[in-house]
């Protein structure tokens, strides 16, 4: 089939990979705009957009997806589907309306869980056992179109947002083509989501990263793995953020206060409503990542000292 692939972060570069080398022909693909990145921002092509340049495929850059001047292109160009990964901008209907097999997005949950912009992030935080991805025909709904193929995967107890995407990201890239080649062949079609066991997964911006330490020890874990690496967790200490990579449940029968600070030998503990937790990498404000110890060895703490 003629394909336009739709898709922006790294995140969409396995599928892009397995489709180009695959014996469907990828036509073109649309991305979001150059964006500036780095201290000095300037204006960075998306992963997506280098990937396809690199293979003299054409890029769309629209700011829009209803702009005449994207539409009129991609009615040009004709494609037979639309496979989407991670896009990050809706479409309107007079785009869906242009391939003759419409646009079919990989989505990284099992539909209709976890319906939105964060469903991996929203799974780990909710302590999931198992998520996974799915293939469906975009709608005008927020991913409520009817599924063509699903996949599992397990969470496993350390697995930060970052770990679990990069795995469902290679994996789902063979369903994708998978389905890619079945609707081709004519023997795949679409079913309706079900009724039930529909959750949404609202974007988690930084406010949503703050580590509230009155809250269990398990809840602070799965927040700290669910914002790694984006948005972030983070906490405050002597009013200073601080950012915090992964922690771990405390074994023992200590229970210092929530936000306590408890330095050890080779760990450091802090307190939450329940057991404690160790702390992993930490990054104070203007300062490189550095593990807890280092940073623990480097200030002179007092018994007011705790994290807010």
Known sequence: MRLVFAGTPETALPSLDALLASGHEVVAVVTRPDAPAGRGRRLVASPVAERAAAAGVEVLKPAKARDPEFLAR????????????????LLPPAALGIPRHGWVNLH???????????????????GDDVTGAATFQIEEGLDTGPVYGVLTEPIRPDDTSGDLLGRLAVAGATLLLDTMNGIEAGVLEPRPQ??????????????????????????????????TPAPGAWTTFRDTRVKLGP???????????????????KEVR???????????????????RMSA??????????EKDMFH
């Open 108 to 126: 990284f949950s099992l539909l209709p869980a976890w319906r939105g912009a964060a469903p991996v992030q929203r799974a780990i935080l909710h």
């Open 247 to 265: 922690v771990r449940p405390a074994a023992g029968a200590e229970r210092p206060a929530p936000g306590e600070i408890r330095p050890g030998r």
């Open 74 to 89: 991609l009615a040009e160009i004709a494609p037979d589907c639309c496979p989407v990964v991670a896009y990050g901008a």
């Open 194 to 227: 079900p009724d039930e066991g529909v959750s949404h997964a609202a974007k988690l911006t930084p406010e949503d990263a703050r580590v509230s330490w009155s809250a269990p020890a398990h809840h602070v874990d799965r927040l700290v793995r669910a914002c």
């Open 293 to 302: 110890a280092d940073w623990i060895r480097g200030i002179d703490l007092s």
């Open 270 to 288: 802090v307190g939450t409503a329940t057991h404690p937790v160790v702390l992993g990498e930490v990054q104070p404000q203007g300062r490189r």
